[in-house]
């Protein structure tokens, strides 16, 4: 396949050799068409001058007489000879010397002057596209012969000397901005190549090197051929190696060669991490952690044009960083919450108070300095800051639920029923709130969903150090016993609304109310709609109270004439 400048080259040497005869032919006969007008003009001003100027006069005949020789000797276009061109040489130097006495003030003589070096500037030129042509032959035979560095010097050469002509005082005809971009483009191709071969050896290495992991070294030679790209695209812009997108790319390419050994280095402290994580050396994990971070943060800042940059991976980084360095204080926070637990279920509530209070200290310090780490737990975080709002209740609380809670019958130990129902003065100590719409201090709670009381018995294992819950049916049945049921209210004796709960005689287990006043929800599978309620209200009529009616509602239900009681389990093991 043909070279791109030696493709260039050939055709414009083909036609710059027909275009050189015809100029010089053409340039002939213009000159003495021109020459021979110049025997009918009238006398110059310098011949007027000389009339007054003897010096003047003599000048300016003898330069008419060169001239006419000089145009004599090329009439029908006939090729100078040296004594023509002599004589032309003459004539130029003898109107530039009348131009002198003149002090050019004589327009007439300027413009002879100026035709004489263009003619003389004509000729020049000829004789240069000539050489020119030659030294494009010269150099298109070098770049056929592939010796790009021989054809550089004649294509130079051939360049400098079209400069000359298209920047002198020839004529129009005899110059070309077009020839001289093509030799300009040529001379570039061909000083390019040595570049770009460098730049190739350059490439070359720098790859080598990388593949064998030599990081430092490919880097040198990467450097190096970013260097000789950018001089391509500087110097010669409009060859075939000159890429402006490739800066772009080899710039990538050397940030990911230096990117790669920090790579290495941050996922080696990654490992090292884990494995101390594991081990359960926190401090030493959260330390490893920490440098796999900065070595990531270290590639995404410095070599941004790298695929090994990711902000993910520094973030998951410094989430386990977070992590390990966050153990030693989750560990003392579960540490103070089993405290709390044991002495809630000791009844010690003034030493659980205190322990409250330094676990809501560490809880907040923990949350605050260990955002990220997964092993906080925000179930505990509510727990210890519920438990801080209730530390001026936690006595009272104590106070109402210790002393009312009989075994159940034929359960395990342990576990204990609340003899009445859950009266308001309770559930507001413990919820904060009281929904009942027949308000009174000593009245069942009412009108509570089965979520709020699941709620509320979520809320009093915290403060009882010990697990509350709603009793099955099995376990309510079990309370009821199966002699005699015990008096009720019903709508029979209640006047249409609560009582105080516990006012009813207990039956021999100990229980009261647990048929009428408010039915009580039971425990039910989470995943349901609905949850049972058990034995019946001072809504209904006596003989209905005394089945221990159970029916199915919404969870959702707030009803006035229905509450519950709850089960509390003390195991011997901790919480």
């Known amino acids: 396949m043909e070279k791109p400048a030696a493709g260039l080259l050939r055709a414009l040497a083909h036609r710059w050799a027909w275009a050189v005869c015809a100029l010089i032919f053409a340039g002939l006969v213009g000159a003495n068409f021109y020459y021979a007008r110049q ?62 006495l003149t002090d050019g003030k004589d327009g007439l003589q300027t413009q002879r002057l100026r035709r004489l070096e263009t003619a003389r500037a004509d000729l020049r030129a000829q004789d240069t596209s000539a050489h020119i042509a030659r030294l494009q032959a010269e150099g298109q035979a070098a770049l056929d012969a592939d010796r790009p560095d021989d054809a550089a010097t004649p294509l130079r050469e051939a360049l400098r000397l079209q400069r000359e002509i298209n920047t002198g005082a020839a004529s129009a005809s005899l110059k070309s901005s077009d020839r001289e971009a093509v030799l300009r483009q040529a001379v570039a191709v061909v000083e390019a190549g040595p570049v770009a071969r460098e730049l190739d050896a350059a490439l070359a290495s720098a790859r080598t090197a990388a593949a064998a992991g030599r990081a430092a070294e490919a880097l040198a030679a990467f450097r190096r051929a970013s260097s000789l790209l950018a001089r391509l695209n500087r110097d010669y812009p409009g060859t075939a190696r ?32 884990e494995t101390a994580l594991a ?25 941004a044009r790298s695929p090994l940059v990711s902000a993910t991976r520094a973030e998951a980084l410094e989430t386990r960083r977070q992590e390990a360095a966050s153990l030693p204080a989750v560990g003392r926070l579960a540490a103070l919450n089993r405290e709390i637990a044991e002495l809630l279920r000791a009844g010690q509530a003034a030493g659980a108070g205190e322990k409250i209070a330094e676990a809501a200290r560490e809880t907040e310090r923990l949350f605050a300095t260990f955002p990220k780490s997964p092993r906080l737990d925000p179930a505990l975080r509510d727990k210890i800051s519920y438990l801080a709002g209730r530390r001026a209740d936690l006595a009272e609380i104590q ?41 009174g201090p000593g009245l069942p709670v009412d009108a509570v969903s089965w979520r709020d009381a699941q709620e509320f018995c979520t809320r009093l294992s915290w403060l009882i150090g010990a697990t509350a819950r709603l009793p099955t049916e099995a376990e309510f049945r079990a309370a009821l016993g199966s002699g005699e049921k015990p008096a009720a209210w019903s709508r029979d004796n209640s006047n249409g609304t609560t009582q105080p709960a516990g006012k009813q005689p207990a039956n021999a287990a100990g229980f009261s109310d647990l048929l009428g006043n ?3 929800w039971l425990a039910a599978d989470p995943t349901a709609t609905e949850a ?12 209905a109270v005394r089945l221990a009616p159970i029916e199915l509602r919404a969870k959702s239900d707030r009803a006035r004439h229905i509450g519950f009681r709850f089960v509390v389990e003390r195991p011997a093991a901790g919480p």
């Open 39 to 100: 025997g009918d003009r009238p006398a110059t001003q310098g011949e007027a001058l000389g009339a007054k100027d003897p010096d003047v006069k003599r000048l300016s005949a003898e330069i008419a007489a060169l001239e006419k020789t000089w145009r004599d000797a090329t009439a029908g276009g006939t090729a100078p000879s040296p004594a023509a061109l002599a004589a032309l040489d003459e004539a130029l130097q003898k109107q530039r010397a009348l131009d002198r």
């Open 242 to 273: 000159a890429d402006k997108t490739a800066e772009q790319r080899l710039a990538a390419e050397m940030d990911s060669v230096g990117a790669a050994g920090l790579r290495e280095e941050s996922e080696a402290d990654e490992r090292a991490g």
């Open 279 to 303: 081990a359960g050396r926190a401090s030493e994990a959260a330390a490893a952690f920490q440098q796999a971070r900065a070595g990531q943060i270290e590639i995404n800042e410095k070599y």
């Open 399 to 439: 106070r109402q639920v210790s002393g009312n809670l009989p075994p159940l019958p034929g359960g395990p130990p342990g576990v204990s029923l609340l003899k009445s129902e859950t009266p308001q003065t309770l559930y507001a100590l413990v919820a904060g709130t009281n929904p009942s719409r027949h308000a």
């Open 518 to 520: 408010v039915a009580e």
């Open 532 to 543: 049972p309620v058990i034995g019946g209200s001072y809504l209904d009529p006596a003989v």
